[in-house]
């Protein structure tokens, strides 16, 4: 890796696949087309990776471009690890559905939570979102 400062270090990622975690919580996978001094990004045969338990599913995005202030965490992926995983593939309709049912499940933990920090007279604070983190 070069002692370049910054954004320039991207450079030396082009071509690679990497992984690219997002300020709203998903999870992008691609390779590296293009980087400029934002650090914006454009990915190629992209595709979206949803995770539930240890299921996951992707969803086919194609090109991909992103701001960089929206870039939490990037990382290249060794593709001989890649295939050592010990996630199971699921289809995207089954992903998605397993995810609806994890998002109605913690809105219902939310809810309660409040209900019964309200009934002992305390303020209650939802949780921190991936949108409220960075």
Do not use: C, W
């Amino acid at each position: 890796m070069s002692n370049i400062p910054g954004a320039a270090q991207l450079f030396d990622e082009l071509d690679k696949k990497l992984m690219v975690y997002l300020r709203d919580g998903r999870t992008l996978i691609g390779y590296l087309r293009s980087v400029d001094q934002f650090a914006n990004l454009v990915l190629h045969r992209t595709i979206e990776r949803i995770h539930v338990g240890n299921r996951y599913g992707d969803i086919e995005r194609g090109v991909f471009v992103i701001r960089g202030e929206n870039v939490v965490l990037l990382g290249e992926i060794d593709e001989t690890k890649e295939e050592n995983d010990r996630l199971e593939n699921v289809s995207i309709e089954e992903i998605l559905e397993a995810q609806r049912v994890e998002q109605e499940r913690r809105q219902e933990q939310e809810q309660l939570r409040a209900r019964f920090m309200k009934e002992r007279g305390l303020q209650y604070t939802a949780e921190i979102g991936p949108d409220d983190m960075y």
